[in-house]
């Protein structure tokens, strides 16, 4: 399953997003709004850190948010080198041997350095986007935040200009003398799908599922 | 959405996997079983760089693999520091504010250093519980694996020494205030869930979909 390992990114061979071409861009631009979390990397004197997070894509820049007591913050917030990565699974690659079993998926790497966003509105608005992103229209339905509530909230950005795409799709490459073998070999696709809206339980009566949620569905 | 942030892990404080009560340890395993992909984090000059692949946990260490020619797999041997991150996302946490929402999720970090597996046997079986842990019972459905394929391929193992498990689930926490509001409250849960298999197009006909794949299910 050499096939299975998503390859390394050389970071000297990536191109700069400002050049990549629209379609490239594009690319990169729709993984990014597929994607629900991202994982996050950084290091502390050699010491790599992934942490799942939420994110949005808004224009040319990434979002991220937090606490602001939150260390992961502080240190997002500082200007490290950061490497956000996103990946789709789109589905497993079965073939007749373990080598060349797969799987289909769609990534986007970027590298950069993030950025505190400051003001009061200015924070409202990424908010705002970073919840749309999850939930389309979501920021219509909830009610306004406090200024405590962006007084304890760091949002950071990070600009969209080091990145790069990565994919795989289609069925398996057998051995052609893999061919006749009697194994069945194909694509089992994989989609992340919802289920019914759970309401909770301190939920008044007679508040009904909003478009956000009722019309929800990804890819 | 402070809370939509997964919280950062503070290396210091993480307890030995050895240290882990049963139950704790059994989160963590399964947590591992149930993902599909990881995400793999290390530094080179300080550059952090994330990368997404196909894993696997046998027993008490992780497995990872890919092409011997591979700069990726190339670093994972050299026992670098290096983190994997495996996230498994559950569910949107909807509450009356943006500042409540958040998401279900639960997720291990693994620290570690990776070690090469050397030896036809030892790395063929290596490889089969890579593709039994995608594909449960895969490995007895595919042909042998051929010598030069072993050769190909590099596979590493990461002892699991060193994790932590976080997770959230259930109901958004909002303000007491806010749960008078006409606003929708809830969780909209989310699988990952298998499509209809998609047979290859150089399948002869007459070969079933196997048990791998038609009894294929996640969580």
């Given at each position: ?35 629900l979390i991202c994982h996050v ?80 509105a200015e924070k409202a608005r ?13 920021s219509r339905e909830y009610r ?76």
């Amino acid at each position: 399953m050499s096939d299975t390992t998503f390859q390394t990114t050389e970071r000297s061979t990536l191109r700069r997003v400002k050049e990549l071409g629209s379609r490239d861009r594009e690319t990169v631009h729709a993984i990014l709004d597929e994607g629900l979390i991202c994982h996050v990397g950084f290091a502390v004197e050699g010491q790599p850190y992934v942490i799942p997070m939420g994110y949005a894509r808004d224009g040319e820049r990434l979002l991220l948010h937090g606490g602001v007591a939150s260390r992961l913050l502080q240190h997002l917030r500082s200007g490290a080198e950061i490497c956000v990565t996103v990946t789709l699974l789109d589905g497993l690659v079965v073939a007749r041997s373990g080598f060349s079993s797969s799987m289909n998926y769609r990534s986007v790497v970027v590298f950069g350095r993030g950025r505190a966003i400051e003001g009061e509105a200015e924070k409202a608005r990424a908010l705002d986007t970073l919840a749309d992103h999850l939930m389309p229209g979501r920021s219509r339905e909830y009610r306004a935040h406090l200024p405590k509530e962006l007084a304890a909230t760091e949002v950071i950005e990070i600009p969209l200009e080091e990145a790069t795409a990565k994919a795989r799709s289609g069925p398996p490459h057998d051995l052609e003398k893999d061919l006749e073998l009697d194994v069945w070999a194909g694509v089992l696709p994989l989609a992340l799908t919802p289920g019914t809206p759970e309401p909770s339980p301190d939920l008044p009566a007679g508040i009904d599922v909003p478009p956000s949620i009722r019309d929800w569905r990804r890819g």
